[in-house]
């Protein structure tokens, strides 16, 4: 719960949104349920699963506009598998370096 807290509180802007990008759905009520037990449950996720939701226009909008990602359930392997060379990637990378935006990764290592 801290981590949530802290990455709640590194947000910017006025119309936060934070998209938990999912690689197994097991985690998403949880952290939902989480971020709405400190109040904030302006929340999209984008439950990616393989590389063609990568290609997902709603999802590529979301990431566009929001203020925070939050990367979890799998591993970096998958995850490099998944987003490397689309657009989403550009999106998240071009983000980062442009603009105030919030990246949290808790995927454990695997």
């Given at each position: 719960m801290v981590i949530l807290k802290r990455f709640w509180q590194e947000?910017?802007?006025e119309k936060l949104l934070i998209v938990l990008y999912l690689l197994l759905q097991l985690f998403r009520t949880d952290y939902i349920t989480a971020f709405g037990k400190l109040g904030y449950?302006?929340?999209k996720v984008a439950d990616i699963r393989n590389r063609e939701g990568a290609f997902n226009p709603e999802y590529l909008g979301i990431f566009k506009t929001a203020a925070g990602i939050m990367l979890m359930g799998g591993n970096q392997l998958k995850l490099t598998a998944i987003l490397g060379g689309t657009e989403?990637?550009?999106i998240i990378?071009?983000?980062f370096i442009t603009e105030p935006i919030v990246i949290a990764d808790i995927i454990a290592g695997q």
């Open positions: 947000l910017k802007g449950n302006h929340i989403l990637l550009l990378k071009q983000r």
